[in-house]
């Protein structure tokens, strides 16, 4: 069955760096584009950024272009979300997406001084 296992969240301060994985499992991932979504408190869940299964091109939601990230690893079956100056804003449960209908559980991301 499909499995994604996101990790690396915490607590950073304004301005820091993160990276997220998720580890995927169950389908053929070399062939899967791949996203990442966010969802901060009391807001709905957004695209952040997606992946094509070869990593030739990628797409960013405005808010984060510049700062974000998204790369692969198709011989790990991983995804990554590299994440610079981060702002409050970014705090989140960033959730990994494969096919617009598989979820990780999340792993937390929390900008705070």
């Known amino acids: 069955q499909v499995q994604l296992v996101e990790s690396g969240g915490g607590l950073v301060q304004p301005g820091g760096s993160l990276r997220l994985s998720c580890a995927a499992s169950g389908f053929t991932f070399s062939r899967a584009a791949m996203s990442w979504y966010r969802q901060g408190s009391g807001k709905e869940r957004e695209l952040v950024a997606i992946?094509?299964?070869?990593?030739?091109?990628?797409r960013y939601a405005d808010s984060v272009k510049g700062r974000f990230t998204i790369s692969r690893d198709n011989a790990k079956t991983t995804v990554y979300l590299q994440m610079n100056s981060l702002k409050p804003e970014d705090t989140a449960v960033y959730y990994c997406?494969?096919?617009?209908?598989?979820w990780g559980q999340g792993t937390q991301v929390t900008v705070s001084s």
């Open positions: 992946i094509s299964s070869d990593s030739g091109s990628a």
């Open positions: 997406n494969y096919n617009g209908a598989y």
